[in-house]
């Protein structure tokens, strides 16, 4: 099992230490394609997923979940969450797991989500359908100083049941692509953002494991090169065995291009 950077207890007094830095944006990766998002007074969680249902779930099939990374921190233990994201219905960004306990701990929070989900999500998660914000392909919303800005994403085609979110907060531009491969026009688009940092998955797709794909390390580093990214943070993988990668192909392609990349622990944080 690989140990987060921090987890439980010392992940969260690492958290309450950049809270008093009211002037930066800071970002940890809690593993998956889950983020956390601190700016100002505000935390934004996206699609987090911090329980072992899939596990759970697949057990006893042919395609067993087998969590590689440890959890960083139960979710109930998140109760200064302003507002959290689904980017689409699988339980890796969709997990009543986690966000049933997410709730109970943060009554006022919001969420953001694929408006074509909705109906699903209100049924996953027990809740009230005219809870959840609902975004279509290039709407936004801001939430707790938080601006989020719906993108396509193709997982594997472009459908409005899967987003990418822009996020803008703290005088910075965040890209979170939900789970994507690339399709016609993606660079050209997310050029217009100007985007600062890039959370891209990197497991990609690979039929025998019998799921929808993603990009592949090579793809994420040179996607964010042809956007104009800044920085870009690989994300989805070490978490199940079966769908995972090395983040070897995304750093050699990275420096080859002369991308700038941060590649994060479980529970690390970075600063923008």
């Known amino acids: 099992m690989i140990e987060p950077f921090l987890k439980d207890g010392a992940f969260l007094a690492y958290v309450r230490a950049a809270r008093e830095l009211k002037d930066e944006v800071h970002i940890w990766w809690l593993g998956q394609s889950g983020f956390l998002i601190h700016s100002g007074d505000a935390f934004a969680l996206i699609d987090p997923y911090l329980s072992d249902s899939l ?14 990374t440890a959890r960083v921190v139960e979710p109930e233990r998140l109760d200064f969450i302003d ?12 997990d009543a797991e986690t966000l049933i306990p997410l709730r109970a701990a943060n009554p006022k929070l919001q969420m953001v989500i694929p408006e ?10 027990k809740t009230d359908p005219n809870w959840p914000i609902g975004l279509r392909n290039g709407e936004s919303a801001s939430v707790a100083g938080f ?45 217009m953002f100007q985007i600062d940092v ?9 039929p025998e494991r019998r799921v929808a794909g993603n990009l592949n390390g090579t793809e994420a580093a040179r996607l964010a090169y042809d956007s104009g990214v800044r920085q870009v943070v690989p994300c989805h993988y070490e978490m199940f ?3 995972t990668a090395s983040t070897d192909e995304f750093v050699t392609e990275a420096r080859r291009i002369g991308q700038t990349y941060r590649v994060l622990r479980a529970g690390e944080r970075m600063k923008l």
């Not at 959290?84 to 969709?94: F, G, K, Q, Y």
């Not at 074509?116 to 998660?125: G, S, T």
């Not at 085609?157 to 491969?181: A, K, M, W």
Request: hydrophobic share 40%; aromatic share 8%; glycine share 6%.
């Open 198 to 206: 890039a959370l891209l998955p990197i497991n990609g797709a690979k």
């Open 83 to 94: 507002v959290v994201t689904s980017s689409h219905n699988h339980t890796d960004h969709l």
């Open 147 to 191: 601006e989020f800005v719906a993108v396509p994403a193709a997982h594997e085609q472009v459908e409005p049941q899967f987003l990418g979110y822009i996020i803008r907060t703290g005088g910075r531009t965040i890209y979170h692509s939900g789970d994507t491969v690339l399709y016609d026009g993606m660079a050209e688009h997310l050029q």
């Open 55 to 68: 596990t759970k779930k697949y057990a006893a099939t042919d395609k067993p979940h087998v969590r590689m």
């Open 116 to 125: 074509a989900n909705r109906a699903f999500v209100a049924e996953r998660l």
């Open 241 to 243: 065995e079966f769908n």
